[in-house]
């Protein structure tokens, strides 16, 4: 309330009366003043802001689980062997999960059984697993069992050399030695719809897969059975249509496809463009430049080190810096996605690929020169190259 200048009264609107103190001015006039402003309380502000910072923590660590749950990218390469001892709980059969890269987090996957109810795990040997794998896809694996004990298993890993894969055998059935399956794999008795010439080589020609055989598997009836996956996988992807559709034989595309293999990075969809990479330097009368064929030459791993100067300069028939065209025969033993992306390339330009990350290992592709240049360089400054 207050007073005009005639001495009347003058009353504040009721929506404003909670904004104003009573009070008077300095003629001693009554007035209503503002009140002053309205601060929270101390303990409110502290609860709020703390439970603001509780809620990032939650968020963050069920964003960080769900990806140990649930890792970005493919599987990865099988995992050639899982032994899970006698009486190991769940913890244990985790932790050596996550030691063989199976999974990524012990702690997790113990978190993930419990909310999931997962049965108690078989004692045994494991040959399904792959790296990198969901934890619904490890849990799947174990819910499987272990192989049984009168049976043998044969994993042969994509990438392998062919020479590898008779070692892998050689493992297993201790009693055939490498000579003899290699004797065995040239001979006769094996038949093979797409390997056609006895005289050449088997490099490319066994598909790398998990194998299982009866203790007495003789070396004809573990050999035939990894030539009649290959090439019932062949005919399943078109091969037997192959040089309609790419204008390449199947010989020449098993070999594109184990170039791939070796060359390609983590990413799934690099397989295609690494073989459309490999057309397009073809179909341009370009060396392909693919390192791994001169390893392969030298009988080098590629985990032996780069190749020096002089190698790179060292003529022979899969030096592919210096010769044009597809090397003589396949370079190692191309999985199943490889020879899928070999006839099926994808569409586009590129002639070059240069290593851009390792974790995880792409490439970047690219048709100029001087953007290769420049990718290269960065490659070579992050110590990729």
């Keep these: 309330m207050s007073y005009n200048d005639d001495g009347s009264t003058q009353y504040a609107p009721d929506d404003q009366l909670d904004e104003f103190d009573d009070g008077y001015d300095d003629q001693g006039r009554y007035e209503r003043l503002p009140r002053p402003p309205r601060r929270g309380s101390p303990l409110v502000v502290t609860l709020v802001a703390l439970f603001a910072v509780i809620g990032i923590l939650v968020a963050g660590t069920l964003v960080w689980a769900t990806r140990q749950m649930n890792p970005s990218g493919a599987p990865g390469d099988k995992v050639a062997s899982v032994e899970i001892p006698p009486g190991a709980n769940f913890t244990r059969v985790a932790e050596i999960l996550e030691s063989e890269g199976v ?3 012990a702690r997790v996957m113990g978190w993930y059984a419990k909310f999931n109810d997962v049965p108690g795990v078989e004692a045994g040997r494991y040959v399904d697993f792959r790296k990198n794998s969901s934890m619904s896809e490890a849990v799947d694996v174990l819910t499987e069992g272990p192989v049984p004990a009168q049976e043998k298993v044969v994993t042969i890993i994509p990438g392998m050399w062919l020479d590898d894969s008779l070692l892998a055998i050689n493992k297993v059935f201790p009693q055939y030695s490498i000579e003899q399956l290699q004797l065995t794999l040239v001979g006769p008795e094996i038949a093979a719809k797409y390997h056609t010439d006895p005289a050449a080589s088997w490099e490319g020609y066994l598909l790398p897969e998990t194998y299982r055989f009866a203790e007495d598997a003789t070396p004809v009836q573990i050999l ?20 309609a559709r790419t204008g390449r034989s199947a010989t020449d595309l098993v070999t594109i496809a184990s170039m791939v293999e070796r060359e390609t990075g983590d990413p799934p969809e690099e397989r295609p463009k690494m ?25 080098r791993r590629g985990n032996e080190g780069g190749l020096t100067k002089t190698e790179l300069e060292t003529p022979g028939p899969y030096n592919s810096r210096k010769n044009l065209g597809l090397p003589p025969t396949a370079i190692s033993l191309p999985s199943e996605e490889s020879l899928r992306a070999a006839i099926n390339p994808t569409e586009g330009p590129w002639t ?3 290593l851009e990350t390792i974790g995880p290992r792409a490439h970047f592709f690219t048709d100029s020169v001087k953007e290769f240049n420049a990718a290269k360089a960065r490659c070579q400054d992050n110590g990729f190259c």
Excluded: C, P
């Design 103 to 105: 999974i990524t987090s």
């Design 224 to 243: 035939q059975k990894l030539v009649n996956q290959f090439d019932s996988t062949l005919d399943e992807l078109g091969y037997d249509n192959a040089q």
């Design 275 to 299: 073989a459309r990479v490999i057309f397009n330097r073809l179909d341009t009368d370009m060396t392909l430049g693919i390192d791994a064929t001169i390893l392969y030459g030298l009988k």
């Design 352 to 354: 070059y690929y240069v």
